[in-house]
């Protein structure tokens, strides 16, 4: 067994490697295979062999190309767009009006394709144009697009989800409804926010947009049905039992082609951009996924989630005293490393030492997950900052940045909720067993 010095060693030289623009698979298979090599001797180094077959061959990992796919597919069939502009008819009149929309529009996308960056171009694209014309304030209307969009990795399905149940081996069911309610109540939080800018100084939120009559609002719910018909089939066939998270992502994929085809949208060049962004992304996250499996294996061999418990144990922190350190060290670390970097490279060091504490592995998935969000827009790493200022093309950066600060603010209050009131996390998934 090693001691706590030399893991935070290997630690540091992994981040060092990330931050010097190393790949994040190689960067983690590096420290994996060099603490293999000198604690453990060569011939464990094989099995990494093992771990790659066996990883690549989990049905369950399967999910992640398909609701990739189903993102791309939801995206390029004009679906969301139209999404967009039902919404706004109906949240338009709320203090705050178009700005709503954002919200709601990346809630109801994330709740379709379970990925914030592609939530945050899609969007993004859809949204800016309209806000351009109507005297909002840019900041506040860019810092919507970014914290909405973080939504993605919260409400289910989530990839980011996925990758964590497989990695600590927590049902992705249970993970999936524990994201219900605090997705909800954070995209509530969000919204009654801008209500509360949008009447202390009206001039953020533009003119006053025209009331659109009943009919009208009634006959824009049209539009609501293809993406609340891919939700139903997706979440509700694994709530339901009827199928696995990925035959549910088939399922949903299989509705999104229908829906394409329905829409004239279904053409050869379409599915071709599809699926090579489908197979670039899957091909990046499984790789760093396969490393982060072996690191996992090595990590448990040379007893480091015990040496760290006794370390934490040592300093004399309470629970609460571990979770509050481990919400600072995530906010340092997401200044630094983009969401799939820092959980994967933590994950297998951290999740066991907080079991052991008696935390809820899937309590602590939830958690792991807003400080994931919270990561997407933190400066200077924060990605969804920069995928909302590329959809832009223009001005500073600085915007997006100054815009999402009020909201960064949210969702840690939001994280001191969840620590406090673990139930509005839990509930749900006991209650359904």
């Known amino acids: 067994m090693i001691g706590a010095s030399e893991v935070l060693i290997g630690f540091v030289i992994m981040l060092g490697m990330m931050a010097l623009g190393i790949h994040v698979a190689v960067a983690i298979f590096a420290v994996a295979a060099l603490g293999t090599l000198m604690y453990l001797g060569t011939p464990l180094l094989y099995s990494f062999g093992d771990t790659l077959w066996g990883t690549l061959n989990d049905f369950l990992l399967t999910a992640i190309p398909l609701f990739i796919l189903l993102g791309e597919l939801l995206l390029r069939s004009g679906i969301t767009e139209r999404m967009y502009s039902a919404l706004s008819v109906w949240l338009n009149r709320m203090p705050g009006g178009l700005l709503h929309t954002n919200i709601g529009a990346s809630s109801v996308f994330a709740a379709m394709s379970g990925s914030s960056v592609a939530t945050a171009a899609t969007i993004g694209t859809v949204a ?56 909800l109540a954070l995209a509530g939080a969000f919204m009654l926010a801008i209500m509360a800018f949008s009447l202390l100084r009206p001039g953020v939120a533009g003119e006053r947009e025209p009331r659109v009559a009943l009919r009208a609002r009634l006959a824009s719910l049209v539009d609501l049905l293809p993406p609340a018909f891919v939700f139903a089939i997706v979440i509700g066939s694994i709530y339901s039992g009827w199928a696995t998270p990925t035959e549910a992502a088939a399922l949903g994929v299989v509705a999104a082609l229908v829906l394409a ?56 922190l309470t629970p609460i005293g571990l979770i509050l350190a481990l919400v600072v060290f995530y906010l340092v670390l997401g200044c630094f490393l983009e969401t799939l970097s820092m959980m994967i490279a933590t994950v297998p060091i951290v999740v066991p030492m907080v079991v052991q504490f008696g935390f809820d592995p899937v309590w602590f998935g939830i958690f792991l997950v807003i400080m994931m969000e919270i990561s997407l827009i933190t400066p200077p790493i924060g990605m969804n900052l920069y995928v909302v200022q590329g959809v832009r093309g223009r001005g500073s950066i600085a915007d997006v940045m100054l815009g999402s600060l009020p909201f960064l603010a949210i969702m840690l209050a939001f994280v001191f909720l969840i620590i406090v009131w673990p139930e509005l996390v839990l509930w749900l998934p006991n209650a359904m067993g």
């Open 128 to 183: 800016l144009p309209a806000f351009a014309e109507r005297g909002y304030s840019e900041r506040l209307a860019l810092g919507t697009l970014a914290a909405g969009a973080t939504l993605g990795i919260l409400i289910p399905p989530s990839i980011n989800m996925i990758i964590y149940g497989a990695i600590t081996n927590t049902s992705i069911g249970k993970l999936f409804i524990a994201g219900i309610l605090p997705g």
């Open 261 to 316: 085809a329905l829409n004239r949208k279904l053409t050869l060049t379409m599915l071709h951009e599809c699926f090579l962004s489908m197979a670039r992304t899957t091909a990046m996250i499984l790789l760093i996924i396969v490393a982060a499996f072996f690191m996992n294996y090595i990590v448990g061999i040379l007893g480091i989630p015990t040496t760290l418990t006794r370390w934490v144990a040592d300093l004399g």
